[in-house]
């Protein structure tokens, strides 16, 4: 029976890029393919802008934290970060949208490229460029771990190597022809699919639970919302940084970060747009509530075995932490239902990010440094081109992950937002200095954005935070156990007793980097003269 379940996955696999074709159509210009003539409406986009967001690394890794959530931390502190992306996607929505939509932009770069110069402009965009293909590595990636799971399920031992190059062949396949359209419209399918999914298990789950579940759940603090006892600098959702944090991650990812900057300007519109980025905060915070309970019930169903113990109570001793869900899916629901879910999960793989790459790649690097402009049919032909390459820089990305991740403690989820923090303060501080001070020139912005890279790989990589003894427990004694800082840029984990900064604070820190250091930088010049002085200067001159 469980061939239905295949069935399903490979009908999906074919008829999803095939759907994104009829949908998309054959793009005749550069402006059509990189962020749609045919405007695209509102509600549409903001299920295209969850789907792109949090898909795989939503439905596999979210449900992870809460399950493996120790009882002092909370099994839902998680949302306190939904709650900070809420609050900056409405800051971006009337600070940065209208700059972009009323702008006639292609991408997010290009007002860097107004306010300072090309080299701000291309600095930045191959910056987005780098960091989308580590993020999206990782995400293509778990995306790879339920189909693995499911080929296991029936002998076949595949590579993640493997599953992520036909993943990356079907991802590439519809936004090479139907460019940003064929990309919004899959991703809201996918969104719905994936949500429905999530709604199977939960019924399967209810059914499977003995009663007295949710009791014992609520005893091991697994229903908790906020988080005011860890260490706000290394707790996991500690409240201070994941609400402040997440609200400056919420204004990088959906403000400068060009896969989501891309999908909001295909709708041709600021109040469209701005709708479409405020409800995708509020579909989010319900999102990641509905999966971490997924989480919760999982947890009382295997009786908090531990995922990747084959000794602990449950036996499950799996490969990787994060296969716990894909495999609930496949040995626990019925053929047909197993299936459809696995399906949802895939939909992910082709929420895809190589039209804003692409874009990226051709309008804010090649053009700027050929020199020369670039005729419509140009634009496409290049777009189509670099949309092939990245796919195979994807593939690779992924695959190196894949290999990598065993040795790693994190959820994926929690390690691709991690990847962010080398660069987000970085993009968001850049766009931020123009904004703030009028004094700054190109040569200031360029170097505070380097000093930020440089400022948060250290951080990142060598400091550490220590106890008094390696018996030191910052939750259970309070964080004044923790009583020094050390520099270790060893690649081993920390030892007991060591902690490294909290992902949350990345994006804060290196926003005030960029903001302090472009600030002082900026005093060297002149006053510019006020927006409204130069308007009626340029008046009164005609």
Not at 190 to 217: D, K, N
Not at 474 to 491: H, L, M
Request: with cysteine; aromatic share 12%.
């Amino acid at each position: 029976m469980r061939a239905l379940d295949v069935a399903i996955i490979v009908i999906f696999l074919v008829g999803m890029p095939l759907l994104g074709i009829l949908i998309g159509g054959r793009q005749k210009s550069a402006t059509d393919y990189f962020v749609s003539e045919k405007k695209i409406s509102w509600w549409v986009v903001c299920l295209s802008v969850v789907s792109a967001e949090t898909s795989t690394l939503t439905v596999l890794s979210v449900p992870v934290v809460a399950y493996l959530a120790p009882p002092a931390a909370g099994g839902m502190t998680y949302l306190t970060l939904a709650l900070g992306y809420i609050v900056g996607r409405i800051i971006v929505s009337f600070v940065l949208l209208p700059r972009y939509v009323a702008g006639d932009l292609v991408t997010a770069y290009a007002f860097l490229g107004k306010r300072y110069g090309d080299g701000m402009r291309a600095t930045a965009s191959v910056t987005f460029q780098f960091t989308r293909l580590l993020a999206d590595g990782i995400r293509l990636f778990a995306t790879a771990i339920p189909i693995k799971v499911v080929l296991a399920a029936y002998g076949v031992h595949a590579s993640y190597w493997v599953i992520v190059t036909v993943l990356g062949i079907a991802m590439v396949f519809y936004t090479f022809v139907g460019g940003v359209r064929a990309v919004v419209w899959v991703d809201a399918i996918q969104m719905l699919w994936y949500v429905l999914g999530g709604v199977i298990v939960v019924v399967a789950l209810a059914q499977a639970l003995p009663s007295g579940w949710f009791g014992e759940a609520v005893d091991a603090s697994k229903f908790q919302l906020f988080d005011f006892s860890s260490d706000p600098l290394t707790g996991g959702f500690p409240f201070l940084a994941a609400f402040f944090g997440g609200a400056l991650l919420a204004m990088a990812s959906h403000g400068v970060d060009q896969l989501i900057v891309q999908r909001l300007m295909s709708t041709g519109d600021v109040r469209a747009s701005q709708k479409a980025l405020i409800a995708s905060g509020v579909v989010v915070f319900l999102q990641f509530a509905f999966f971490l309970f997924i989480g919760v019930m999982m947890w009382a169903f295997y009786q908090a075995a531990v995922p990747t113990d084959p000794t602990s109570s449950g036996g499950l001793g799996l490969g990787n932490k994060d296969e716990l869900f894909a495999n609930f899916i496949v040995t626990e629901l019925p053929s047909g239902l197993s299936g459809f879910v696995i399906a949802g999960i895939l939909a992910a793989a082709l929420s895809s990010s190589l039209g804003a790459l692409a874009s990226a790649t051709v309008t804010d690097v090649y053009e700027r440094v050929s020199r020369r402009p670039l005729s419509d049919a140009d634009r496409l032909r290049l777009g189509r081109i670099w949309t092939v390459v990245w796919a195979g820089l994807l593939i690779v990305c992924a695959g190196l992950f894949a290999t990598a991740n065993r040795t790693t403690a994190d959820p994926i989820v929690v390690q691709a937002l991690g990847i962010t923090g080398y660069t987000y303060g970085a993009l968001l501080g850049a766009f931020l200095l123009g904004l703030i001070f009028r004094r700054a020139r190109q040569f200031d912005a360029l170097v505070a954005f380097v000093a930020t890279v440089v400022v948060m790989t250290f951080v990142i990589l060598g400091v550490k935070f220590a106890g008094p003894s390696a018996a030191a427990d910052p939750v259970a004694n309070g964080y004044a156990e923790w009583t020094s800082i050390r520099i270790d840029f060893s690649a081993a984990a920390p030892a007991e007793g060591v902690r490294t900064l909290t992902t949350w604070w990345y994006t804060p820190l290196g926003v005030i980097v960029t903001l302090v250091v472009g600030g002082l930088l900026s005093l060297r010049h002149p006053r510019r003269p006020e927006p409204d002085v130069e308007e009626a200067a340029a008046a009164k001159a005609a």
